[in-house]
């Protein structure tokens, strides 16, 4: 895109040109009208646009575009400007490719239990929920759980569950999520995260038990009547993984979306233990999750 194109001109411009003994300066895109360029930027994704507005500064003013940003931007961005970044009059001090590059950052609420932003290639809105923002039996007692801080996680900190005989983890969701479809997924770990991996297999394996002979289970459901469960058994360890509870549909952008979500295993015959729990992430279906932990 940033090489200088053929030269525009006609035959018959050429022609004209030579005779006069001047001299014809090639065209590039970049000597284009801004409407023009915008028309052409409109083609690419986001972070197309962003990359080609770093060729010259024809491109960069018409990377600015509003009619390039608002199609791009969540249906319900309006909603979410005033909720997730307090900003009443947005419209007044700042153009939608602003907007856009907001939303794209981390944003924390709930106390900072929940993080919400936008994936910067497709606007997808995504969310993710901290442990600490969930409800799990007997989270305050050390004899069952730890609190460890760890890189590893965006919320800087897990749980560790050392050994129960009932787990039982809740949560719950109410946001204005855009319209769409949505996966579910519980990030966990088997056994505790170290700084070295490579320390797992010596260290940490024997603390895992109880996680092959019955199979948790995950559920979730949505105001709008959407239900979704699974079960697994968990026995890949030494590596955070993202199970997979389901998928719903968002069909009114401008309606609050509830989400109830859980994960037990309460079979009282045997103890489980050795188990990391991070966040449930919410994002769109079509996106990857590895991108977005």
Not at 87 to 92: F, K, R
Not at 191 to 213: D, F, I, M, Y
Not at 221 to 228: D, K, L, V
Not at 244 to 252: A, L, P, Q, R
């Amino acid at each position: 895109m940033g090489s200088v194109l053929s030269t525009i001109f006609s035959n018959n411009e050429k022609a004209r040109a030579r005779r006069g003994g001047l001299r014809l300066k090639p065209v590039g895109l970049g000597d284009l009208p801004e409407n023009c360029l915008a028309m052409i930027l409109n083609h690419f994704d986001p972070v197309e646009i962003c990359n080609l507005a770093r060729l010259n500064r024809a491109f960069y003013r018409a990377s600015s575009a509003d009619f390039l940003w608002e199609p791009k931007l969540p249906e319900n961005y309006g909603v979410l400007v005033k909720k997730l970044l307090m900003l009443y009059e947005y419209d007044h001090q700042f153009c939608l490719n602003d907007i856009y590059g907001r939303l794209c950052r981390p944003i924390r609420i709930s106390n900072g239990t929940k993080e919400v932003w936008c994936e910067k290639r497709t606007g997808g809105m995504c969310m993710l929920v901290s442990w600490e923002g969930m409800k799990i039996t007997g989270i305050h007692d050390r004899r069952y759980w730890a609190h460890i801080s760890t890189p590893q996680s965006r919320f800087h900190t897990i749980a560790y569950l050392k050994q129960i005989w009932w787990l039982e983890v809740e949560g719950d969701i109410e946001f204005d999520i855009p319209e769409g479809n949505y996966s579910l997924f519980f990030r966990l770990h088997l056994g505790k995260p170290l700084e070295s991996q490579a320390r797992l297999g010596s260290s940490n394996n024997h603390l895992v038990h109880g996680w092959t002979s019955h199979p948790v289970h995950f559920k979730f459901s949505t105001s709008n009547g959407r239900h979704a469960m699974s079960k697994y058994f968990l026995n890949d360890q030494g590596k955070w993984l993202c199970y997979h509870v389901g998928e719903f549909i968002v069909k009114d952008s401008f309606e609050t979306t509830k989400i109830k979500f859980s994960m037990t295993q309460i079979d009282c015959t045997h103890q489980k233990g050795g188990l990391s729990l991070d966040s449930v992430l919410i994002c769109p279906s079509n996106i990857e999750t590895s991108a977005m932990v």
